[in-house]
């Protein structure tokens, strides 16, 4: 039985933990007021009257629902990719002792240690030098190189709990190299490349600052608001996409984490 | 189920191979792990090791070029004149600012998350722990342009922060803080503290997902342990606690400090018209056509993080990410 089980926080520690959390979701909260504003040129506050109407014009704009979309379609194919070659790296890493495998964990989190406006740039040249033009699969690329590192290091931490008995048990007992992975490391593994692989959507279909190098003239959803924010056009429509923005990366957070909590509560408390 | 029932049915000592292609190879993974090794490692080791890393360095030498400044053309012979050009005071001062700003915002950062962490780690339970979580993995996964969007919605000069502090009747501390010289500025939106701000909510939750997983592997009975022995929450703090967290904290200050280091959109949006590294980086290649230059500045955010991740590695923060 655990003694600190009853215990209660003391109240400088709470409050402390609230305001950070305030912090952190209050400015949140406000894009969903703002989606309903009346006033169009500025951001006064308290709003001066309430409506719907933005969400129609929104609706009805082409280039909102191009930017999606193509957001969508490479989020989906850049964590694809990404889910395949981290894990492949995360397993080789944690399974096998190798010369240079301190190097490899180094290269995986350097896309993402490194500030983007350097792999940015590096990726633009290196398209540049192979005289690749800038189209759907560059943005791909340049996505897949810092999502790998999320499934990675979600692989990782999951292999480093995973006993490598269980693989040699189920090897004993006569399973071939895909039954066992089949059977036995991926069961193991699975919340941690579905935490892994949502995480890895949600970086792509938010990053900007490489997209801004490796797109041509396609707008993807960071894009578009990024044009707005700079030079903004129609105000209430960057509202509303805004707050559009937040709704649609709320569900899957929500999804990813009902389908993890048992195993994150076991690797809380059991420590 | 009995023993006998177990024993009724023996099950051969060796299989049969499963044969076929899916057999064969699965044997010769068995064989030769480093050929499996191998061909798990070869598609990330020729994309990550051979072309980013091989961009990586193609950028990097130009910084050994120079722009002839006249004709604008790039010189391409050896020379450390780029390099000499970064000292040049008003690059100099841009190194300076956003190293600054990038320490201040991962100190700012360490000092929020650290309560929420601890408070998650150790105190919040069941319900709780899953709200903590989701409060801070929502913010984390929203959007990065989105939240910067809002912040330029609560520091404008008509936002809600002013309306705040009216009704409050403290827009004279707010008036004071702007008149002072570096840190302040017409508005909010147009002033370093409006940065700084910005910088700290949107790596917020970068600190402190490490710092609650270094903080978790601290035994609670470690904390009592300093408590029976007379020491005051204090102490326990700075002798107890906060070492155990360090790796932690180390490793989230990579994320913060490194993401200050390289952006360019939040100064632009909310800020000054004095820049970062980011955005000189950005002008030199864009606008001004000096990619020498502008390669040389991306050189001195990697020097930095390899420093800081040479030493972070020696702290053992990679056992914390």
């Not at chain 2, 000592?13 to 792990?33: N, Q, T």
């Not at chain 2, 904390?223 to 904290?249: C, K, Y």
């Not at chain 2, 050189?299 to 800081?308: A, C, K, L, T």
Request: charged content about 10%; glycine content about 8%.
């Amino acid at each position: 039985m655990r003694s600190d089980r009853g215990q209660s926080a003391p109240l400088g520690l709470k409050i402390a933990a609230a305001c950070g959390l305030l912090f952190l979701h209050l400015p949140i909260l406000l894009i969903f007021v703002y989606a309903f504003t009346t006033e169009e040129k500025s951001f006064v506050w308290p709003p001066p009257g309430l409506t719907t109407q933005w969400f129609a014009v929104t609706w009805n704009r082409p280039d909102v629902w191009d930017a999606l979309s193509l957001s969508v379609r490479v989020a989906a194919i850049s964590t694809a990719i990404a889910l395949v070659l981290g894990t492949l790296c995360a397993a080789a890493v944690s399974q096998t002792r190798f010369f240079g495998r301190e190097a490899i964990s180094l290269l995986v989190i350097l896309p993402i240690a490194l500030p983007g406006i350097i792999t940015g740039i590096a990726l633009r040249s290196a398209f540049a030098l192979a005289d690749i033009p800038f189209s759907f699969w560059t943005i791909v690329l340049g996505h897949a190189t810092f999502c790998v590192v999320v499934v990675y290091n979600n692989a990782v931490a999951r292999f480093r709990r995973t006993s490598g008995s269980m693989i040699e048990a189920s090897m004993d007992l006569g399973a071939d190299g895909f039954q066992t992975f089949r059977h036995v490391v991926l069961p193991n593994i699975a919340t941690a490349l579905l935490a892994g692989g949502m995480l890895a959507f949600a970086l792509s279909f938010d990053e900007v600052i490489v997209t801004t190098f490796t797109a041509g003239q396609q707008q993807t959803v960071p894009i578009w608001m990024l044009e707005e924010l700079i030079r903004p056009r129609q105000r209430p429509v960057t509202n509303v996409v805004a707050m559009v923005v937040v709704l649609v990366t709320l569900l899957p957070i929500l999804f990813a984490y009902y389908l993890t909590r048992d195993g994150d509560q076991i690797a809380g408390s059991g420590k | 189920m009995t023993i006998a029932a177990v024993q009724s049915n023996p099950t051969p000592a060796i299989l049969p191979g499963s044969g076929g292609m899916r057999g064969a190879l699965s044997d010769l993974f068995w064989r030769r792990p480093k050929f499996l090794l191998t061909l798990m490692l070869a598609p990330s080791l020729l994309w990550l090791g051979i072309v980013y890393i091989g961009s990586l360095f193609a950028l990097l030498a130009q910084s050994f070029f120079s722009i002839d400044e006249f004709s604008g053309l790039i010189n391409r012979e050896f020379t450390l004149k780029t390099y000499g050009d970064l000292f040049q005071a008003a690059n100099l001062d841009i190194i300076l600012r956003t190293v600054t700003m990038a320490a201040l915002v991962t100190l700012a950062s360490a000092v929020i998350a650290f309560p929420i962490a601890y408070y998650a780690a150790r105190y919040a339970r069941g319900r709780w722990k899953a709200l903590f979580y989701l409060g801070v993995m929502l913010p984390l996964w929203s959007s990065y342009l989105v939240k910067i969007y809002a912040w330029k919605l609560i520091l404008a000069k008509e936002g809600i922060l002013t309306w705040l502090l009216a009704k409050l009747n403290l827009l004279w501390l707010l008036d004071a803080w702007l008149s002072l010289p570096v840190v302040g500025g017409n508005s909010l939106s147009v002033s370093f503290t409006g940065t700084f701000i910005v910088f700290v909510y949107v790596w917020l939750p970068f600190m402190i997902l490490p710092v609650q997983a270094a903080l978790e592997r601290v035994p609670g009975n470690l904390v009592e342990a300093s408590s029976d022995l007379g020491a005051s929450p204090g102490q326990t703090f700075r002798n107890v606690l906060f070492p155990l967290a360090l790796p932690g904290i180390v490793a989230g200050s990579i994320f913060t400090f490194s993401l200050t280091l390289g952006d360019y959109i939040i100064p632009q949006i909310i800020g000054t018209s004095r820049l970062f590294i980011g955005q000189a980086v950005y002008s030199q290649q864009g606008t001004a056509g000096n990619i020498p230059l502008a390669a040389a500045f991306t050189v001195v955010p990697i020097v930095i993080m390899g420093f800081y991740l040479w030493g972070a590695k020696r702290m053992g923060a990679f056992d914390a990410l």
